[in-house]
């Protein structure tokens, strides 16, 4: 493969995981998945939280593709550009961690965005979190956030209509801290 063909694809590779995430999220995460999910929308002390175990598929899906793209592994049957697609699921996973883990819940490190698309992220995702149980919900994705104001008309909207049941802060307009 040309190093454009090989840059292209790891890139292309990357915006994939994002509907990917937001996908499994939305239909796994909170359908038939929610007892590994439900922790992570509760509060706890814990260090690690079942939902973690989710980042195991994800690193496995990086292996498989690593391991069918390496002539090591599949000899001559090997497959490329599974190395690349592989690398660019692993460059996802450092976002998706770096970003949910560390900017939004900031299970690494301390920055509260005060401007700009991390602040927007962070919004986005913490509006997420605003329902109580797995029904309802906006925001599944984690690199691409919609407008706040959107979100929070989407919300009420989802509880107007029974779907969604929205924790206190939200229901009465007021800012969500923590």
């Known amino acids: 493969m040309s190093p454009l063909a090989i840059v292209l694809l790891v890139l292309a590779t990357v915006a994939a995981m994002e509907f990917v995430a937001w996908s499994s999220h939305k239909y796994i995460m909170h359908g038939f998945?929610?007892?590994w999910h439900r922790d992570h929308h509760e509060p706890h002390d814990r260090v690690l939280e079942k939902n973690d175990l989710y980042a195991l598929f994800g690193a496995g899906i990086s292996i498989a593709m690593f391991a069918l793209g390496s002539p090591m592994v599949m000899g001559t049957r090997a497959w490329e550009p599974g190395t690349w697609i592989g690398l660019g699921v692993l460059i996802y996973g450092v976002i998706y961690t770096l970003i949910h883990d560390g900017l939004v819940h900031q299970r690494y490190f301390r920055w509260v965005p005060k401007r700009g698309y991390a602040k927007r992220l962070v919004q986005a995702?913490?509006?997420h979190h605003a329902t109580i149980g797995k029904e309802g919900g906006?925001?599944?994705?984690?690199?691409?956030?919609?407008?706040p104001a959107a979100l929070k008309r989407e919300l009420r909207a989802q509880r107007a209509r029974g779907i969604a049941v929205l924790r206190e802060a939200v229901e009465e307009g007021a800012p969500r801290r923590g």
């Open 125 to 127: 995702h913490k509006l």
């Open 33 to 35: 998945g929610w007892a």
């Open 138 to 147: 906006v925001s599944f994705g984690f690199v691409v956030a919609r407008d």
